[in-house]
């Protein structure tokens, strides 16, 4: 399963950004899909998962209220939209998959993800 993810950049506090994921070589439909972020040094976090089926969606702390996560199996893409953005979500964003998931679940962990993208730096100035 090949992952393409694109849409960071760098805005201001604030601001707002889409992040777009494109999957290839299995039916989206049969994927679970999250995002994570990193900063150097430190650990890969959850930021938003949705379950196979699209019926559940999971947001951190940190990103409820402002972040929401969406897939489109028309498109094989899935999406996370970005608002109300601060310095601390300045990270790089990366997609992943999980392969046949029961409809309703959500992946928390990074070890339970097979397959993830090249990453997209999201860069959020005071």
């Known amino acids: 399963v090949q992952l393409q993810a694109s849409g960071g950049g760098s805005v201001q506090t604030g601001g707002s950004l889409k992040l777009s994921c494109v999957v290839a070589?299995?039916?989206?439909?049969?994927?679970?899909m999250a995002w994570f972020r990193q900063v150097l040094g430190k650990e890969r976090d959850l930021v938003a998962a949705?379950?196979?089926?699209?019926?559940?969606?999971y947001s951190s702390d940190s990103a409820k209220g402002r972040f929401t996560i969406s897939k489109d199996n028309a498109k094989s893409t899935l999406y996370l939209q970005m608002n109300s953005l601060k310095p601390e979500d300045s990270a790089v964003y990366y997609c992943?998959?999980?392969?046949?998931?029961?409809?309703?679940?959500?992946?928390?962990?990074?070890?339970?993800?097979?397959?993830w993208g090249q990453g997209t730096q999201v860069t959020v100035s005071s």
């Open positions: 992943a998959a999980t392969h046949y998931p029961h409809p309703l679940l959500i992946r928390t962990s990074p070890h339970e993800y097979e397959d």
């Open positions: 070589g299995l039916s989206f439909s049969d994927l679970g």
């Open positions: 949705i379950s196979r089926n699209a019926e559940r969606t």
